[in-house]
C-alpha cells in the first residue's frame, strides 16, 4: 500500500513550457486535491475532485488545469509555465465520508 | 472568508509537554477542526480532528472550546521529531459544501530543544 504517490519529484522548466504532474492512490479515495505550497507560506487549493468525473476550482486555479483519469489518478498540467508558478506542490486525496487527507511527498517545481 | 489564527512559532524543551493554541472563531457548527503536521521537506500528515469534545490518539489530544471558537493540541511529551509546522485548519470556509476541501493557513513552527 504506497498511499499516495507523485511524479516527478522536482522538475526545473523554462517560462513557456508545458507539463504535467501525476498524482495516484491505491486508497480507493473518491475525493483527490491539488495544493501549492510556496516559501513560508501554508498551502492553497488548486483544484480538486470530489469524485470520478468531477473537478473544481479551489483558491487558485489560474494557469492549470486538472485531470481525474480514474478513480486512482488526478493530474495537474501547466500549460504555459511562469516563474510565479515556481511552487511545492502536494497532491492529496480523502474517502468519502472522512476529512483525513492524505498527502503524498510533493513536487518541486521551478520555474526560470 | 473564514480562517485560523496560530502562533507564528513556539519552543518547548524535550519531554515536556507543548500546547499549541488556535483560534477559528468563524467555525460554524458542523465543521469539525483538524491538525496536520508538515515535517521538513515532506507533506502535511495527519495528527487529530474533533467536533466538540477532547479528543485523545497516540500521537496528541484535543481540546476544544466549548463554544468552539478556539481549540488546542497538546503533545504529552515533546520529542526532537515533533519540530515541524502544525496547521490547525478545516472546511472553514463560510457557507456551502466543503467536500473536504481544507484552509491552511500558516501554522505554527515547533522548535524542540534537546
Known amino acids: 500500500n504506497a498511499g499516495v504517490t507523485q511524479t516527478p519529484k522536482f522538475q526545473v522548466l523554462k517560462t513557456g513550457q508545458s507539463m504535467t504532474l501525476q498524482c495516484a492512490q491505491d486508497?480507493?479515495?473518491?475525493?483527490m486535491y491539488w495544493y501549492r505550497q510556496d516559501p513560508g507560506m501554508g498551502l492553497r487549493l488548486i483544484y480538486y475532485s470530489a469524485s470520478e468525473g468531477t473537478t473544481d476550482k479551489g483558491e487558485v486555479p489560474n494557469g492549470y488545469n486538472v485531470s481525474r483519469l480514474n478513480k486512482r489518478e488526478f493530474s495537474l498540467r501547466l500549460e504555459s509555465a511562469a516563474p510565479s508558478q515556481t511552487s511545492v506542490y502536494f497532491c492529496?486525496?480523502?474517502?468519502?465520508?472522512?476529512?483525513?487527507?492524505?498527502f503524498g511527498p510533493g513536487t518541486r517545481l521551478t520555474v526560470l | 472568508d473564514a480562517k485560523t489564527t496560530q502562533p507564528n512559532s513556539m519552543e518547548s524543551n524535550e519531554e515536556e509537554p507543548v500546547h499549541l493554541p488556535c483560534n477559528h472563531s468563524?467555525?460554524?457548527?458542523?465543521?469539525?477542526i483538524h491538525w496536520y503536521r508538515q515535517l521538513p521537506s515532506q507533506g502535511p500528515e495527519y495528527v487529530i480532528h474533533g467536533l466538540t469534545s477532547n479528543v485523545n490518539n497516540r500521537m496528541a489530544s484535543l481540546a476544544i472550546a466549548e463554544d468552539r471558537k478556539s481549540s488546542t493540541l497538546i503533545l504529552h511529551r515533546a520529542t526532537l521529531r515533533d519540530a515541524a509546522v502544525y496547521y490547525c485548519t478545516g472546511p472553514l470556509v463560510a457557507g456551502g459544501t466543503s467536500y473536504g476541501k481544507l484552509t491552511f493557513g500558516q501554522g505554527t513552527i515547533l522548535t524542540v530543544h534537546p
Open positions: 492529496a486525496s480523502v474517502r468519502t465520508g472522512q476529512d483525513t487527507q492524505y
Open positions: 486508497m480507493n479515495h473518491n475525493s
Open positions: 468563524t467555525i460554524s457548527g458542523t465543521d469539525y
